[in-house]
């Protein structure tokens, strides 16, 4: 069975500032598929940024941008010049390519961005 | 683009009555998710559907929850009858194979 980790229950940095979160994951897999959600106050669950564990380049998008480890089943996600609007519950998530389609999440970590 | 819809928004009822929450997926996606969210367990996979059959319903917390789906447009969770410690956010979900999945925005349930 799969697993994911957050060991980070909160965070909070200054608005501007770069921030990482930690997610690690548990899999005898070689081919499967990583994820980052988002949510925030509002409650919705909005995917942040997605990663095929084939693709040794890490993905980006705009100011959010991952450090895959596949060795080391590490996935942490990279937030830059960070903003108010980026406050929120952060999930990491894990998924196989293998016709087991539930997604394992991570207990999230709650990120709040100071003024 | 319309995505998954779920309602209703908030749910307020009496411990013992029948609750019945829906989804309406994203046209075209051949996989539907309903989860649990709770503080203390975070977010729960209750069953998912795959065109429509139940797949895996393993995370049905006892037999007071049932789930269908009765095509491809329609899914319901019920809870029946409904007790206090039912109360949280259930989410439903829908992708296409292992493409990222949608989540609705939640129905947020009491039972008093």
């Known amino acids: 069975a799969q697993t994911v980790t957050q060991s980070q229950p909160e965070m909070s940095v200054q608005e501007a500032e770069t921030v990482t979160l930690s997610c690690t994951y548990d899999?005898?897999?070689?081919?499967?598929?990583l994820f980052w959600y988002k949510q925030p106050p509002s409650r919705q669950m909005i995917l942040v940024i997605r990663?095929?564990?084939?693709?040794?380049q890490n993905a980006t998008e705009n100011r959010f941008s991952v450090n895959f480890q596949k060795a080391a089943k590490s996935f942490s996600l990279k937030i830059s010049d960070s903003q108010l609007g980026d406050t929120a519950m952060y999930f990491c998530?894990?998924?196989?390519?293998?016709?087991?389609?539930?997604?394992?999440f991570g207990t999230g970590t709650r990120l709040t961005i100071i003024p | 683009d319309a995505g998954v819809i779920q309602s209703p928004r908030h749910e307020v009822t009496e411990m013992g009555q029948e609750v019945t929450l829906r989804c309406k997926p994203i046209?075209?996606?051949?996989?539907l998710f309903w989860y649990r969210q709770t503080m203390m367990r975070g977010l729960e996979l209750l069953i998912y559907?795959?065109?429509?059959?139940?797949?895996?319903d393993s995370g049905m917390p006892e037999d007071r929850f049932s789930a269908k789906m009765p095509n491809a447009s329609f899914s319901t969770l019920k809870i029946q009858p409904s007790e206090p410690r039912d109360s949280a956010v259930y989410f439903c979900?829908?992708?296409?194979?292992?493409?990222?999945?949608?989540f609705g925005d939640g129905t947020r349930l009491s039972i008093l």
């Open positions: 998530a894990f998924i196989s390519n293998f016709g087991n389609e539930k997604l394992t």
């Open positions: 990663q095929e564990a084939y693709k040794q």
């Open positions: 559907f795959n065109n429509n059959v139940p797949i895996d």
């Open positions: 046209s075209g996606h051949d996989y």
């Open positions: 899999t005898s897999e070689s081919n499967y598929y």
């Open positions: 979900a829908s992708s296409l194979g292992t493409q990222p999945q949608h």
